[in-house]
Structure formats: C-alpha cells, structure tokens
C-alpha cells in the first residue's frame, strides 16, 4: 500500500476507534471532528496526487477548496448535532499538510519511499542530497557539532569552521580546509622555509632553491643582478634600468620589452610570445613561420599560383594536380597539405577542398579571403596572383573549370585534365577581385599554358 494511503488508513482507524470508546456527547463530538480530519487529509492527498499528474493549479485550488468546505460542514454538522464547540483540529492538519504537500506530491509522482523535510523526527535533520534524514551530529548535515572541527553543508557547499588557519593549529602559512569527516585537512599547511618555493612574508622571493646569484639569494632576498640598484621590484632585472621606464605600463620595463607597445603578461597561447607581438595568437607557434605581415602559417591556409605553366590536357586529373601544388609548395618550404583549385567532369573544387574557417593568405602575408565562404562569395579582398615563391602573375590567367562558388563547369575541363576526352576549360585572372578570378574564358587546352591556383587544406 503507498505511504499516503497507509497514513490515511491509519488515521481513520485511530479516528474510528476514539468515536467507540466516547460516551459523552463533547467525546462523541470531538471523534465526528477527528474523523472528519481524516477525510479530509485523504481529500488533500487526492488533490496534490491529482496536480503532480496534471500540473493545473487552478484545478489544485478547486479541489482543495472543496476539501477544506467538506470539512467545515462536518465540524458544524457535529456541533449543531452535539451541542458541542470543541476547538477545531483543522489548523493543525491542514497545517501539517500544507508543509508537506511537496513531498508527498513527489511521492505519489514517482513513488519514492524516502520522506521529505517535514517528516524528520527531533534530534535530526533532512538531507537533500541523499534523501534521508540524518542525525545531528553527521558530518555533512550543516551542523558544527562540539565533536566537529568544521561542517561541510553538501547541498550548498557552505564550510562552516571555528575561525582555525594554519597558524592558529601549529603551522605558519598555507591553507587550511575541511576533510570529509569533518575534521581539519591541514596538508594544504606549512612552515615558512626558505627554498620551499612558496614566498611567505617577510621572504622577498623563493625560486625552491638556497643558491644565490640567481635573482634570490639563499635567505629568499631579491638581488640586484644588473647592478642597477634595485633588487625587489625591478621590472626588468636582468638589463640595468634605474630610470624603471615602463612606456605601456605593461610591467616589464622597455629595457627587456618583448614586445613593445603590447602586454608581456598577456600570452594566450602560452607560446612564450605575448600576444600583441605573435603572428598567431590562437596556436602556439614559437617559431613565428608565416610571411612578414599577416596571419603566421599556424592560423592561416596559404594560397598561390603555380610558378609553372602547364598544357592543360598534361596536368594528368585531379590527382596529378594535387601533386603539381605540394611538389610547389614542398620546393619553396611551405608547411601543410595543398590541392589544386580545379574540377573534374565529376567532382567539383567545393566537394573535394576543405573548408576552412581561417584566412587564406597568399606567401606575402596579404589575406585573399577571410575564410571559406568568403572566398567562394565572388569577392576577394586581393587577387591571388603571387606564386609559391612570392613573384607575380600580373594578370595571367589560371587554369580552373571551376565556377568562383566551387562548382564544375560542365564541359569545360580539359576533359579532367587529360584522363578523358575535351579541349576546352575555363580560366580565371589572377589578379581579379570579383568572380572573374575563377571564371573569364573559355580556352584550348592543347594549345595554350596557364598555372594553377593551389590551396592548402
């Protein structure tokens, strides 16, 4: 039987067998009362089991309003019947109810058998993250008992503690935390040592050694080391600098400024380059590699026409393109992986060449295209007209059979570039800005030279 009928059952019974044993008309009266009470807590059960099924409040208040009339015609039927004013019990069961309706709503929805706050007895408390009432004194019921160094409330997080640090239970710096079993954890404690690596007042500094001659002496003390006067708080300790000139006030004095103008401090990549100064500020690369202005290769796709002309029915497919421009890319040191901005008869550039959400930028670190759909939108911000050894094509044109969206120009192919029959393809210009980059005019493919363009992946 669920818990609330089993409540219910064992209040009528209770209510049931007062009514028997009263003989007097204010016993018998009080015993209509009580059984009333009864009812009425089966009514309230019924509506908040209803509203947990339904979830209508308005249907919820009707109900309990219903509950609560059925209840005060009862009590005025046993007083006028009796002749009887015995003190309500009302307040107090629906009281009880009231403060209970949420447990007993969540115990008819999912059947639990564990009860909610208001059914905790004296001398414990209800614990909300296992569900259970548990005695005082448990660590972890939010009490600080006499037995407890410090309490841990786990449904909030909250430490309570008796105001102990480190100090105060015989340590002389460092933490001092709460341990499950409400005791101290004083491995977060230690004494003040010199070569500890923790720099604890008075100490200036500890670098975890007693050697001196390398910034901190072996009594934890900063030392001058350039000879400039200034041991604690020189901003640029290994260069003299008395004058302490600090241009942008980033902490580090211009004397060993890594980056002038910018926050040494700030190195988001954590590749030893603050982030004003370093050509890729999203990928470690502390070797810079990337052209003189723009994106370094670490955070950028390079793009470029091949130094070298070709017959387009000898390029030998897409596959024998793909060679062309690593073979290119390979001879002039650029990093990655590269492939031709061509189509075949049946696979288009925008289905076979990745996507990037990068830049491309062509080997002198001028940025063609912010990303992808950027440089398949007909618009670029600079024609890609320079080779893989940074020379340019003013001008040419470049073999493609590629629309400026990506797609294969039907027919126009040379034929996939010598694998099968065609003697025609469309060109682009190099050094267009508009779509015209990809699609100009239409060419023979036997008689006629052009690079290609390759894009690395």
Not at 69 to 92: G, I, K, V
Not at 223 to 239: A, T
Not at 412 to 426: D, E, K, N, Q
């Amino acid at each position: 039987m669920p818990l609330g009928s089993q409540i219910a059952a064992a209040a009528l019974l209770l209510f049931t067998a007062r009514e028997a044993l009263a003989a007097r008309p204010a016993d018998l009266c009080a015993a209509k009362k009580q059984r009333a009470a009864g009812t009425f807590s089966q009514c309230r059960l019924k509506a908040e089991g209803d509203f947990s099924r339904t979830g209508d409040p308005a249907r919820r208040a009707s109900a309990l309003s219903r509950c609560g009339t059925t209840l005060a015609r009862a009590f005025q039927a046993a007083e006028d019947r009796y002749s009887c004013s015995h003190p309500p019990l009302l307040p107090t069961v629906d009281g009880f109810m009231a403060t209970a309706s949420d447990q007993i709503a969540t115990y008819l929805r999912t059947g639990s058998p564990l009860p909610g706050a208001g059914f905790c007895g004296p001398g414990t408390r209800f614990d909300d993250p296992s569900r259970q009432c548990l005695p005082n004194g448990t660590c972890g019921n939010g009490v600080l008992e006499a037995s407890e160094d410090c309490e841990v409330d786990w449904a909030s997080g909250t430490v309570t503690s008796r105001g102990d640090t480190c100090s105060t239970v015989g340590f002389e710096a460092g933490t001092l935390k709460c341990a499950s079993g409400c005791a101290y954890d004083t491995s977060g404690c230690r004494y003040r040592v010199c070569g500890d690596s923790f720099t604890d007042p008075p100490e200036q500094c500890d670098d975890g050694n007693l050697a001196s001659g390398d910034g901190c002496d072996s009594n934890c003390n900063m030392e001058d080391l350039d000879g400039d006067g200034i041991g604690v708080g020189d901003n640029c300790p290994s260069i003299p600098n008395s004058d302490q000139a600090d241009s942008d006030v980033d902490g580090h004095g211009d004397a060993c400024d890594a980056c002038p103008g910018g926050n040494d401090a700030l190195d988001g990549d954590a590749d030893g380059l603050p982030d004003a100064c370093d050509n890729c500020q999203t990928v470690a690369n502390s070797s810079q590699e990337g052209p003189p202005i723009g994106p370094g290769f670490a955070c950028s796709k390079t793009v470029f026409q091949t130094s070298t002309y070709f017959f387009g029915n000898t390029i030998g497919g897409l596959d024998g393109a793909d060679l062309l421009c690593q073979t290119h890319a390979d001879s002039a040191s650029l990093p990655g992986t590269y492939k031709a901005w061509l189509s075949s008869q049946t696979v288009s550039a925008a289905d076979r060449l990745a996507h990037a959400t990068e830049p491309y930028v062509r080997v002198d670190g001028q940025i063609v295209a912010v990303n992808w759909n950027d440089l398949t939108d007909g618009t670029h911000l600079i024609g890609m007209n320079i080779t893989e050894t940074g020379s340019d094509h003013v001008g040419e044109r470049v073999w493609t059979g590629t629309s400026a969206s990506g797609s294969a120009i039907s027919g126009w192919t040379c034929g996939s570039w010598g694998t099968g029959p065609g003697t025609g393809a469309a060109t682009g210009v190099g050094l267009a800005q508009d779509a015209t980059w990809s699609e100009y005019l239409y060419e023979n493919c036997y008689s006629l030279r052009y690079p290609i363009y390759c894009i690395e992946q």
